[in-house]
């Protein structure tokens, strides 16, 4: 009995720490969740925005009155025969409350609002990248895995009639030239595979630093890919595009913040120039020195106004003046320069998007000739007109044409991923979010498309 409670103990145990070490499942979706919340530029950009709010209370505080205490007490060690106490001090607690500032106080509140709204809109204009690459990248991911599975396939086909061509040898239905185009074949894809494989490591390790997962303690990445690579027509319209990039694009309110802090320190500089009023209220207590005045010890409550003006500075508010003015009509001209770039942008975007139907649909059609020229290729070999030679390459084409197919619908999806980030818009928002796990619109899995044919047939 006591046996038996161990080993249950035990395999509970194994049970549970293989829970633990389990490696999570990401969707593309989901992995575009886990970047927004552990991406490091995402999180320097929330810093920064946290950052620039701090800057606002500051400036704030200029409207708000201020308490000042100031102390003062000295002793002179020594001094020639005077009348005067050798010790005097001064102390007093002032309430401080600006009256006039020429505007200052109040150009710093507006432009330290608008630093904060730019901050939040490059924190926004950030993540809408960030969403874009996790994007692109676990497109990536998800094309490169499929191009291994084809590839998997395709040597394990070519593996397949090389054994074949060597057992036909070995019974004497065939010379050694079959056996050497079979190895040749089969080594010329090989190195392929090694490649989908690597490439599909790298692509793990971009999306890794995407979203923050920490891989340096691990050869691997510490999560998997879930879905695969399908392709879903999706047909935006580009005026809509357009209109709701030039008003929703974060970039571009951006550098129209820029002008408007310009404009603002415009205000700034001037008041250097204007006199500056605060009032002032408090308590102080003193000395005094000379007891033909008075008592030693003095203190009662002040009021007054403190008033200052630059008359004349030696021209240095003229020239920030100018150096202004210069930063004012630069940041006009940097807001034209994003308006160009976000409607290249959309347009670029769109212009993929079509070409990456094209594309597929030409392959698509590709590879239905493939597999019928492929077709063709077994019947002349067993009617005597064709030779193993046109077998191999005629199965080399299919398995090419169905991997540029993956590629095309991956530069389909990387267009929609690049076309939801012109326009500061979520996927599923403009209606042709890409999907992941399901089959194109012929109804079969992609990877069944894009399979090499099983056998290269038995006729020969």
Known sequence: MRRSVWIAFFVLLALVMRANSAVPAYTVEEAVAVAKKQNTEIQIAAKQLEAARGTVIEARSGFLPSVVSTGLARKRESQEASRLRPEDYDASVRVVQNLYTGGAVSSQLAI?????????????????????????AFYELLLNRAKIQVREQSVGVFEEELKTQRERMTAGLVGALNVSRAEVALANEQPELIDAQTRLQNSYLRVSELMGVDVRSKATSRFEAAGQLQYHPRHPDLNECLAYADVTRPEIRAREIDVEIENRQLILDRSEMRPRVEAFTGYE???????????????????GINAAWHIFDGFATKGRLQATRARRDAAVLALEAARRSVNSDVRGAFLDLQQSDRVLLSETRNVQNADESLEIAKGNLSAGLGTQLDILQAASDVTRTRTTRLGAIYLHNVALARLARATAREPETLGFASKIA??????????????PPSTLGSGR
């Open 112 to 136: 330290a609002r608008l630093i904060e709204e730019k901050r939040s809109l490059e924190y926004q204009a950030l993540v809408n990248r960030v969403t874009m690459d996790v994007r692109v």
């Open 438 to 451: 399901e089959g194109p619109s012929s109804g079969k899995p992609i990877l069944e498309v894009a399979a």
């Open 285 to 303: 207590f003193y000395s005094e020195r000379d007891p033909l005045v008075g008592p030693e010890f003095n203190h009662g409550y002040i009021v």
